[in-house]
């Protein structure tokens, strides 16, 4: 075997962490809940793929971020080989509750945790006719015995940067993953550059598949039931997947502002000490979306929970700012591209270094940085304040989804020239 010190490093590294997650599940709801997905799961992807003799195409996602990444690409192959089953595995569990059931969907499991034998069984029960993965969770052991069946793997929406051990001199096994991928479809030029650097030709820029998802959100867009009743005629912020520091400065901004202001709030996690602690935060002046029996239930708080999952994108719509959640930890923006796709005026927190698309709506003047309460504040009160600057923003928000659309058939026309 070819560097035999990364093969061993990768799987010391790999099955530690399994084990890793395994100890710490009984202290941890999300790793008790991936411990729990993998009990009996070898023998019910075994089982379920054995009732279907049909050609299959095998989508890999981490969460439910990469899945609606990736979901344009689905839809797209799904007209194009319609004989053909759709089956997504999910790593997160987060992701794979959220969306096992989506519609589109021939079947979902979650991952099995990696191991030769474990990459082995699944990729002959699925028996994919190709196989995509989203941005990353590039596990070696699947990904080499697709290729080891001559099964075309393809990598959508990949973003590097040249910290990554792909591109450091001890990266050689991590290399031969990226390798292994029969085309790499890059959401910027700068990854495709970076590709070059270690010899990877196979590639090219395809742009992000978000733009193109979020611009379906819009056009399949329905209403959401009580919105318009709780908003008004009120100037509404959505603070979308937020943390407690992002509410904090909600809860700052309350103290400080004379006008009126309608706010609707969207945690990362709706587990119920989460929804609790904002209801602490709000006492009195805050319902959750729940709990909304009339119209009536709406006449008093200027603060909605959205206490359940799924309903984030459909709620941009009503809003006349959008405050991104994740903005202040290391790669834990949240997507930007949904609020701007509805035509919103937008902020977050200054971590923007992983996301490109929050950059470049910074360098377009479509969104600001905030770094303390007062900024918040500050841009709250200018806005509320200039009707006409709020709807200049939300007009070029829609500008730059729309330009930026067009990832998705840029994928499907290389896909099927290959596949050809």
């Known amino acids: ?238 603070l979308g997947s937020s943390y407690e520091i992002e509410e904090a400065m909600i809860e700052f901004a309350i103290n400080k502002m004379d006008k009126k202001v309608k706010y609707i709030i969207a945690p990362h996690f709706v587990n119920q000490e989460r929804i609790i602690s904002i209801q602490k935060r709000f006492q009195g002046n805050c319902i959750t979306y729940s709990s909304i029996k009339s119209e009536t239930d709406l006449e008093k708080p200027n603060i909605l929970i959205i206490d359940s999952i799924g309903l984030l994108a459909k709620l941009y719509k009503y809003g006349n700012l959008a405050f991104i959640g994740g903005g202040f930890k290391e790669n834990g923006l949240h997507n930007s591209l949904e609020a701007a796709a509805f035509g919103t005026a937008i902020c977050f927190g200054p971590k923007l270094k992983r996301f490109p698309e929050a950059q470049e709506l910074v360098q377009q003047q479509i969104a600001k940085t905030i770094q303390e309460p007062n900024d918040f504040l500050n841009i709250l009160q200018q806005y509320t304040n200039n009707e006409k600057l709020t709807k200049q923003l939300a007009n070029k928000s829609i500008e730059f989804v729309q330009y930026n659309k067009g990832a998705t058939s840029r994928v499907l026309e290389k896909v099927l020239e290959i596949l050809d």
């Open 1 to 238: 075997m070819k560097n035999p010190f990364g093969y061993f490093f990768y799987s010391l590294l790999s099955s530690t962490y399994f084990q890793l997650v395994k100890l710490i599940a009984p202290f941890n709801q999300r790793a008790k809940d991936l411990v729990i997905g993998q009990k009996g799961l070898l023998e019910k992807i075994i089982q379920e793929e054995a009732k279907h003799q049909t050609e299959n195409i095998w989508f890999h996602v981490a969460s439910l971020g990469e899945f609606e990444q990736g979901r344009p690409v689905m839809e797209a192959l799904k007209k194009t080989f319609p004989q053909h089953r759709l089956v997504v595995t999910f790593f997160s569990p987060s992701g794979y509750q959220a969306k096992h059931n989506d519609a589109i969907l021939d079947a979902a499991y979650y991952l099995p945790f990696e191991s030769k034998k474990n990459a082995d069984i699944v990729c002959k029960a699925i028996h994919p006719a190709m196989a995509f993965y989203v941005k990353y969770d590039l596990w070696y052991w699947y990904i080499q015995t697709l290729k080891n069946n001559k099964v075309p793997i393809f990598l959508i929406a990949a973003q590097f940067r040249p910290n990554q051990i792909f591109f450091k001199k001890i990266g050689g096994f991590q290399r031969n993953i990226l390798n292994a991928f029969t085309y790499i479809f890059c959401q910027n030029q700068s990854s495709v550059e970076l590709l070059h650097t270690i010899n990877i030709k196979h590639t090219m820029l395809s742009g992000d598949n978000r733009y193109d998802r979020v611009s379906q959100t819009v056009e399949n867009q329905k209403e959401v039931a009580f919105i318009k009743g709780f908003i008004g005629d009120y100037f509404t912020t959505i």
